[in-house]
């Protein structure tokens, strides 16, 4: 997101997603709020669990990094409706766990819902293991 002057902001957040729809939830204001409301255009970047890559120890450069990234941009909608709150809510917990959930009224009421339609996306996965290359896991296990 980005402010008024054009200042970038990013904020690590816990999502959900469903249907080309990235599902997002925080507080009801705040600064990514005022932001969106001025400015709903949005950047979500997904980026897999990264291996460092050592092609030769004693050479900084050859050093590498394995990971994916996905960047989507889309356009926030706050979502007002409380079943469709309670379902973006159960699609964000299913990323994280396989359990069903029952959230008070209280606490839907009180949490801000971002539906970001995606309107388009790009992946890259980048870095290539060598023989011989020692992963990060590789390192960090040793």
Known sequence: MADEMGTPYVLPMNFGYEDGVIYL???????????????????????????????????????RMRAGSV???????????????VKALNIIMRQYVDKDFTYSVPA????????VTIESVG???????RPGSISYKDRVEA
């Open 25 to 63: 939830h925080s507080a009801q204001d705040g600064r990514s709020i005022r932001m969106l409301e001025k400015n709903p255009r949005i950047c979500v970047t997904f980026c897999s669990d990264p291996e460092l890559i050592r092609q030769h120890p004693d050479v900084a450069c050859s050093y």
């Open 71 to 85: 960047i989507c941009e889309g356009v926030v909608h706050f979502e007002e409706n409380f079943d469709e709150k």
């Open 108 to 115: 839907v009421n009180n949490v801000k819902i971002w539906r």
């Open 123 to 129: 992946a890259k996965e980048f870095g290539i293991m």
